[in-house]
């Protein structure tokens, strides 16, 4: 006999609906009937039969969106020595050295930038970072924070060398005390020097390409262009610039200062950056723990999203379920 099924003509034997449904290959109990505008109850299925002539809608269910399954974190590599994490954070400006290890726990973070500072005479036993933080566990990254002269650069990592055996340091030379801006003659100076005494150097720079591609091509390790004033929490201010910066240079780059929450960090990650370093967005949160794990999480989601591959924008609007099979 004839019925029409789903808008189509088709001819089906006689029977209940559950004898039709299983002529045509569906399970009863995933899909829904309706014969002649009227619902036909599940618990009908057998009793109800089906009569040439009817109009009948069989529907189900599916995705209203594509859907990927999501990776595990990727690791990246520097200096030689692979990471999981590509979240690095600053151990200043907390409270106490507990909170300090606390948020580098909630952080997940493997790498932490720590400052080269004289020994207080006048107190040799007070606490010191690494009776918190475990420089065997963690990989301190030692800075140059508060120099500025490539002089001063230099011989505070010769230091840092000295005192902790650390190859791998984070160069910074300052232009003024205002701005903290990268002072790019004395930067390219300090890393000539440092490289050819064998450094590893991830190094603070502008987010000029130009600038970025001669440091890599010295042999900078990683390229860490600002994307705000440091300490500032402005978060990314050219996004653009640090795009380029990522496709002029062929070693990793992380978004350095300027960091203020976990959408700016989420942000940086979806621009293609290997990673991003902070201080001050975590040490000042009000909950520097909760932020900490929060920025945990942007990072590891800005990848995610990097990776997927945005959709495209579009003017208009764009329908998430597919019309074809409409009732």
Same mark, same amino acid.
């Given at each position: +006999?004839?019925?029409?099924?789903?808008?189509?003509? =088709?001819?089906?034997?006689?029977?209940?609906?559950? %004898?039709?449904?299983?002529?045509?290959?569906?399970?009863?109990?995933?899909?829904?009937? %309706?014969?002649?505008?009227?619902?036909? #109850?599940?618990?009908?299925?057998?009793?109800? &039969? &089906?009569?040439?002539?009817?109009?009948?809608?069989?529907?189900?269910?599916i995705g209203g969106g594509n859907s990927s399954l999501a990776e595990k974190p990727d690791s990246f590599r520097i200096a030689g020595k692979d990471y999981m994490s590509r979240l690095i954070i600053g151990t200043?400006?907390?409270?106490?050295?507990?909170?300090?290890?606390?948020?580098?726990?909630?952080?997940?973070?493997?790498?932490?930038?720590?400052?080269?500072?004289?020994?207080?005479?006048?107190?040799?036993? %007070?606490?010191?970072?690494?009776?918190?933080?475990?420089?065997?566990?963690?990989?301190? /990254? #030692?800075?140059?924070?508060?120099?500025?002269?490539?002089?001063?650069?230099? =011989?505070? /990592?010769?230091?840092?060398?000295?005192?902790?055996?650390?190859? $791998?340091?984070k160069l910074e030379v300052l232009g003024d005390q205002k701005t903290l801006y990268p002072n790019m003659p004395e930067t390219l100076a300090a890393a000539e020097v440092l490289l050819k005494e064998g450094f590893e150097v991830m190094v603070y720079c502008s987010d000029d390409p130009i600038q970025a591609k001669r440091l890599a091509d010295m042999g900078c390790?990683?390229?860490?262009?600002?994307?705000?004033? &440091?300490?500032?929490?402005?978060?990314?201010?050219?996004?653009?610039? !640090?795009?380029?910066? !990522?496709?002029?240079?062929?070693?990793?780059?992380?978004?350095?200062?300027?960091?203020?929450?976990?959408?700016?960090?989420?942000?940086? +990650? %979806?621009?293609?950056?290997?990673?991003? /370093? +902070?201080?001050?967005? &975590?040490?000042?949160?009000?909950?520097?723990?909760?932020?900490?794990?929060?920025?945990? /999480?942007?990072?590891?989601?800005? =990848?995610?999203?990097?990776?997927?591959?945005? +959709?495209?924008?579009?003017?208009?609007?764009?329908?998430?379920? #597919?019309?074809?099979? $409409?009732?």
């Open positions: +006999m004839q019925v029409q099924i789903n808008g189509e003509a =088709r001819t089906v034997p006689a029977g209940t609906v559950r %004898e039709l449904l299983g002529s045509l290959g569906l399970d009863a109990s995933k899909v829904a009937l %309706e014969r002649n505008r009227e619902i036909v #109850p599940r618990s009908a299925f057998d009793t109800v &039969i &089906i009569g040439a002539g009817d109009e009948l809608e069989i529907v189900h269910f200043g400006k907390y409270k106490n050295f507990d909170e300090t290890a606390a948020a580098v726990e909630a952080s997940g973070a493997e790498i932490v930038t720590v400052a080269v500072r004289r020994v207080n005479l006048t107190n040799p036993g %007070e606490p010191r970072l690494v009776d918190f933080v475990d420089p065997k566990k963690i990989t301190f /990254l #030692p800075n140059t924070a508060g120099c500025f002269t490539a002089d001063d650069a230099v =011989r505070t /990592l010769r230091l840092a060398r000295e005192a902790g055996g650390w190859n $791998l340091v390790c990683a390229i860490m262009p600002l994307g705000a004033p &440091i300490g500032s929490g402005l978060g990314l201010q050219n996004p653009v610039q !640090i795009r380029l910066v !990522i496709e002029a240079v062929n070693v990793p780059v992380l978004v350095d200062a300027g960091v203020g929450t976990a959408s700016d960090a989420a942000i940086a +990650m %979806e621009l293609g950056c290997d990673g991003v /370093l +902070m201080n001050t967005a &975590i040490a000042e949160a009000r909950d520097p723990i909760r932020m900490a794990r929060a920025m945990k /999480l942007a990072v590891e989601a800005g =990848r995610l999203a990097y990776h997927a591959g945005r +959709m495209p924008k579009k003017r208009y609007a764009d329908p998430s379920s #597919p019309l074809a099979g $409409l009732i």
